[in-house]
């Protein structure tokens, strides 16, 4: 009897052992990726304070400064976590060592996108009273462009509509939600817009600084408020110990998308540093994100969504590789505000919303940093992959592999992760820089985001205590919201619903049998 007894003591006593050993594992593969020693800087260099991890250190409550070289990402000095190298001035970039390559290979510094943009079998359609239309193989319009106004269809339903309306640009992502941006403030030689959202009844607004690259404008975020310095240091920073945080913690456990995205994304059973817990807490918003447009969708594009997609257990799950090349853009997001953070003053709020001059030419977006690789998707999406369309959605994972676009402002991507089996990870994409530049906002939003929560649970359930987290506002502070901007969106929608109709009748007729 007691030899009995004693063996079921043994057992609890190894599991635990087996448990520690688990957590103890995923914690040091965390800090390992860390702590890789910094690589040297280039020699054409200047010499810089000390940057958080990459270039040296930042304690926490310290002003560490990104802005001057030798720093990830900021000022275009380099960036390595695990190896290789990720410069500004066409390195690799390496999440694990090597090449950055989620899906192989090194980066092309240029060219345009490859196999073409038009899905194979489709054909273009001349409007009456002037515009075009792209009609795909099975008779669904595929886009419009007409009277100023550009409409887009996805392969399996939903609509985007991007127009001008008295000087606004009006973007309808959706039937219920979509935003209006208006030219808003001149600041320190850059043209900024604001931007109203409007989606189910609630208004929000942002502030996008303007960029003219390559014959176009493009609007990339920016904060409309800074946390002190010393706090994106200690974000940026391993922390001393592993952070047990489980599904309880998260709150995720009984959530519905949760569950039905559970073969793609599982969260770290502990975290060595902010960044991955800022990781997960990105690419949970963007499956919450992706759940609600299914829910979202008519009835239509739902079935043939769910047709498309892989679901539930049969999903192909995010791989350590791909987290940790969005824990790498995490990071050098962090260091980039860190540095405006440090430079920015806080002027009272601008007296009048003047036009906005011409964007400064030349100047690279942030899409095209070459630093920058990595681009987590925001929400639907249709691209073209060897002459056939496949559909993106929010949570899925690309990545740049050429810096300049083509004469359609698109480059080449590679799909690193996808939950749809049809836009299988490894295949080739041609990607408007327009819809890289929207994902590289909306990741830098949420970002802003997720460190909201981080500060308010810093010095709680495990996470260690951080620095200050107060804020200060950005030196463009958003303005109030545009409250016509619903009505706005509506007349674009009801708009666009008219010209589909029209395109549809007008193609049918010349035989596209829509």
């Known amino acids: 009897m007691n030899s009995s007894n004693r063996g079921k003591n043994v057992l609890p006593k190894w599991s635990l052992l087996l448990v520690l050993l688990a957590v103890t594992a995923v914690a040091s593969a965390q800090k390992d990726k860390k702590s890789a020693p910094a690589p ?5 260099a200047p010499k810089a304070a000390p940057a958080p991890h990459a270039g040296g250190s930042a304690k926490p409550g310290g002003n560490a400064s990104h802005a001057t070289g030798g720093t990830p990402a900021a000022a275009g000095g380099t960036h390595a976590a695990t190896g290789g190298t990720h410069a500004a001035t066409g390195g690799t970039h390496a999440a694990t060592g090597g090449t950055h390559a989620a899906t192989g290979g090194t980066h092309a510094a240029g060219g345009g996108a490859a196999g073409g943009h038009t899905p194979a079998g489709s054909r273009n359609v001349s409007l009456k009273g002037g515009g075009k239309a792209s009609v795909r193989p099975n008779g669904q319009v595929r886009s419009i462009d007409r009277g100023g106004m550009h409409i887009e269809h996805g392969v399996h339903g939903g609509r985007t509509v991007v127009g001008e309306h008295n000087g606004a640009r009006v973007v309808n992502t959706g039937r219920h939600g979509g935003y209006v941006q208006r030219s808003y403030v001149n ?55 592993p952070v047990v945080w489980g599904i309880g913690a998260w709150g995720w456990g009984g959530a519905p998308w949760f569950g039905f995205y559970g073969g793609f994304f599982a969260p770290y059973p502990v975290y060595a540093s902010p960044a991955f ?32 997609s892989s679901g539930g257990g049969g999903q192909m799950a995010l791989t350590p590789e791909v987290k940790q090349a969005i824990a790498e853009e995490v990071k050098a997001q962090l260091a980039a505000q860190q540095a405006q953070a440090g430079q920015s003053s806080a002027p009272a709020a601008p007296a009048a919303q003047a036009a906005a001059p011409a964007n400064a030419s030349n100047e690279v977006p942030p899409a095209l940093d070459p ?17 056939q369309e496949c559909a993106l959605s929010a949570g899925d994972v690309i990545t740049r592999i050429t810096d300049t676009p083509d004469a359609d402002q698109m480059v080449n991507a590679s799909v690193s992760a996808s939950k749809k089996s049809e836009c299988a990870p490894g295949q080739t994409v041609a990607v408007k820089v327009d819809d890289l530049q929207e994902m590289q906002n909306h990741f830098a939003e949420q970002l802003n985001n997720g460190l909201g929560e981080l500060a308010k649970k810093q010095g ?52 596209g049998g829509l």
């Not at 239509?300 to 769910?306: F, L, P, T, V």
């Not at 996470?463 to 509506?490: G, M, R």
């Open 40 to 44: 040297s800087k280039p020699a054409s």
């Open 187 to 241: 600041r320190g030689g850059h043209s900024y817009y604001s931007r109203t959202y409007y989606d189910h009844g609630h208004y929000r607004t942002g502030v996008y600084r303007g960029y003219y690259y390559g014959g176009r404008n493009y609007y990339g975020y920016y904060p409309g408020f800074y946390y002190n310095p010393g706090f994106y240091g200690w974000a940026y920073n391993p922390w001393a110990s």
């Open 277 to 308: 817990w800022l990781t997960d807490y990105l690419i949970a918003a963007n499956l919450q994100a992706a759940y609600a447009a299914r829910a979202d969708a008519d009835a239509d594009a739902a079935a043939a969504d769910a047709q498309a």
């Open 371 to 387: 630093a920058r690789r990595t681009f987590v998707v925001a929400s639907d999406l249709t691209v073209v992959s060897n002459g």
């Open 460 to 511: 709680t359930g495990g996470i260690p205590k951080s620095p200050d987290t107060a804020t200060k506002a950005s030196d463009v502070p958003p303005p109030a919201p545009d409250t016509t901007a619903e009505k706005t969106l509506q007349d674009q929608q009801q708009a666009a619903d008219q010209t589909d109709a029209q395109v549809k009748q007008e193609a049918g007729s010349s035989g």
